[in-house]
T-cell receptor
Framework: EAAVTQSPRSKVAVTGGKVTLSCHQT?????MYWYRQDTGHGLRLIHY???????EKGDIPDGYKASRPSQENFSLILELASLSQTAVYFC???????????FGPGTRLTVL | QQKVQQSPESLIVPEGGMASLNCTSS?????YFWWYRQHSGKSPKMLM?????GEKEEGRFTVHLNKASLHTSLHIRDSQPSDSALYLC???????????FGTGTKLQVVP
């Protein structure tokens, strides 16, 4: 079965600090995504990538950077964490944008 | 910006009853729709997808799509407590354009 893993599973960060969330997939999928989920907002796309060494902005990219060093790995970077970035973050992968997305277990980020 | 609207926000149905969830896209170029289910504390998992006008059935789940009105609906018959979850609808224009999600319908099935 398709596998997407995320680390860490939860994290507490201080305001202004740097946070890196990591995602690894063994699906051999080209597309990878980072979403955040807040109550009442469903899933909102932050960044996505369809090839190594290239990333694209999603709907809410401000305050976030992404890195795709290889097909399997996709990171989300918060250079200066803020209180408003407290949320659950999901990574996902898919064969194409019109294909099923497979999600990781999520990372619960709390910024204090 | 394309929006995906879901209704109702929450729904309570009795065990064994029918649950009906709705989803509409504001983008006239949308071609593909998905339904994902997310149990509390878990990650979303795709339930069904539909790309053509009409109906698609898988077990207790039926999805309808009307491309003219950009409306899709999910119907769950003989609802079970294990169906209690957040149901997310997603839509996209096709290859090369990412899926956009609605805010979801929270379904609760009560014994």
């Amino acid at each position: 079965e398709a596998a997407v893993t995320q680390s860490p599973r939860s994290k507490v960060a201080v305001t202004g600090g740097k946070v890196t969330l990591s995602c690894h997939q063994t699906n051999n999928h080209d597309y990878m995504y980072w979403y955040r989920q807040d109550t009442g907002h469903g899933l909102r796309l932050i960044h996505y990538s369809y090839v190594a060494d290239s990333t694209e902005k999603g709907d809410i990219p401000d305050g976030y950077k992404a890195s795709r060093p290889s097909q399997e790995n996709f990171s989300l970077i918060l250079e200066l964490a803020s209180l408003s970035q407290t949320a659950v973050y999901f990574c996902a992968s898919s064969l194409d944008t019109y294909a099923e997305q497979f999600f990781g277990p999520g990372t619960r980020l709390t910024v204090l | 910006q394309q929006k995906v609207q879901q209704s109702p926000e929450s729904l309570i149905v009795p065990e064994g009853g029918m649950a009906s969830l709705n989803c509409t896209s504001s983008d006239r170029n949308v071609d593909y729709f998905w339904w994902y289910r997310q149990h509390s504390g878990k990650s979303p998992k795709m339930l069904m997808s539909i790309f053509s006008n009409g109906e698609k059935e898988e077990g207790r789940f039926t999805v309808h799509l009307n491309k003219a009105s950009l409306h899709t609906s999910l119907h769950i018959r003989d609802s079970q407590p294990s169906d209690s979850a957040l149901y997310l609808c997603a839509a996209s224009r096709g290859s090369g354009t990412y899926q956009r999600f609605g805010t979801g319908t929270k379904l609760q099935v009560v014994p």
